[in-house]
């Protein structure tokens, strides 16, 4: 089976500032894939970055990147110069390597204060 | 289209009734899956298709739930006698192959009053 906890239901950040997001996980595969997807009011969950379990290197988009801890089974997002329209839901989710099913957390809410 | 595309948006319906919400995927995707989100969850899976075949539907619920992809395209979730239970935001998403990508729709509100 596989978990994934989001322990921040809510998180604030002052426009420009640097936020992380805290995703710890559960799974049995050794081979697997883990994603942020920021979900704003109109519902579509979009793909902010991904991980795959095998690359030591954290992954970077632009202003996004994760810290990656494979042995505590952490991956945290780190959001840097925030705007405001970073503001929305936080996804973290796993799927395994041999498996097509996305495992969801809770999410975590980002407000951006201007 | 560009993207995926779910109708309706918003569904209100009354408990007991049937509905029937449509997910149109990208165009050449071959995977196709259906998530639901409760309020204040994650979405959790409800059922994937490859091709026209439903490949996995070890999510759906209950027996009331019904998925159908008959050309490998548009699919449809169908549910019967709907709960208050089943409200819900339904989430559609395509991608090229199980290892690829996936793109989701902006999803259908459904409402059981």
């Known amino acids: 089976a596989q978990t994934v906890t989001q322990s921040q239901p809510e998180m604030s950040v002052q426009e420009a500032e640097t936020v992380t997001l805290s995703c710890t996980y559960d799974t049995s595969e050794s081979d697997y894939y883990l994603f942020w997807y920021k979900q704003p009011p109109s519902r579509q969950m979009i793909l902010v970055i991904r991980q795959e379990a095998y690359k030591q290197q954290n992954a970077t988009e632009n202003r996004f990147s994760v810290n990656f801890q494979k042995a505590a089974k952490s991956f945290s997002l780190k959001i840097s110069d925030s705007q405001l329209g970073d503001a929305a839901m936080y996804f973290c989710?796993?799927?395994?390597?041999?498996?097509?099913?996305?495992?969801f957390g809770k999410g975590t809410l980002l407000t951006v204060n201007p | 289209g560009a993207g995926v595309s779910q109708t309706p948006s918003n569904k209100v319906t009354e408990k007991g009734k049937y509905v029937e919400l449509r997910c149109d995927p990208i165009s050449g995707h071959t995977a196709l899956y259906w998530y639901r989100q409760s309020l204040g969850q994650g979405p959790e899976f409800l059922i994937y298709f490859q091709g026209t075949g439903a490949a996995d539907d070890s999510g759906l619920p209950n027996d009331r739930f019904f998925a159908v992809r008959p050309e490998g395209s548009v699919s449809t979730l169908k549910i019967q006698r709907t709960e208050r239970g089943d409200s819900a935001v339904y989430l559609c998403a395509s991608s090229r192959g199980q290892s690829g990508e996936l793109f989701f729709g902006e999803g259908s509100r459904l409402t059981v009053l």
């Open positions: 989710a796993l799927k395994g390597g041999s498996n097509y099913k996305l495992t």
